[in-house]
């Protein structure tokens, strides 16, 4: 069993998750695409999140068409802060073959992480490269993470310009954000309101 993880806050998740997902089950032949939303994403402890329970549902949505695709909440359930290097020794504990899925902007932060080297222990690394950036590991991760470079896979993939944040400034502004949200995503954020400016 080849499995790829593609954790993140999903606030909102969006069509570059659901890409960025994909691309690596095409590199990598990879069976399935779990997706964990961080329960305490400690390093974005300074910004309000929509609930857990919110973000949870928008990415079962996001991902309901997708055979290929599934959920773990196992950060949500798991008390204290997210740290990616233990979620995936609890995912991997059955066995197999097993990549962590990130953007360049991700590889270049891991040495700001809770124990760096851990993660690429414990899996591989799939890291996406979109034009026109080069695929590298950046010297100042390499020398955090010796060894890092034999542990990393790069994926190919378009240069969608899409952000979360993005999409909340452009909900809070009263813009639809159209095609750039799963249909499911799109119901759960107007249903409960989510992302409005003040009244």
Known sequence: MRTGVLGGTFDPPHLG????????????????????????PYRKADRELASTAARLR??????????????????????GPSYSWQTMVELSRDGGDWWFIMGLDALADLPNWDHPARLPAVSRLAVAARPPQPAHVPEAVQAAV????????YVAMPDLHISSTDLRRRIEAGRRPEILLPEGVRTIIEAEGLYRGPD
Not at 22 to 39: H, I, K, N, Q, W
Not at 68 to 75: D, K, L, P, Q, T
């Open 146 to 153: 010796p060894g890092i470079e034999d542990r990393t896979d």
């Open 17 to 40: 998750h659901l890409v960025l997902g994909a691309a690596a089950r095409r590199s990598l032949s990879l069976d399935e695409v779990v997706f964990v939303p961080a329960g305490e």
């Open 58 to 79: 928008m990415v079962r949505a996001a991902i309901a068409p997708l055979a290929w695709a599934r959920v773990s909440s196992v950060e949500i359930d798991r008390e």
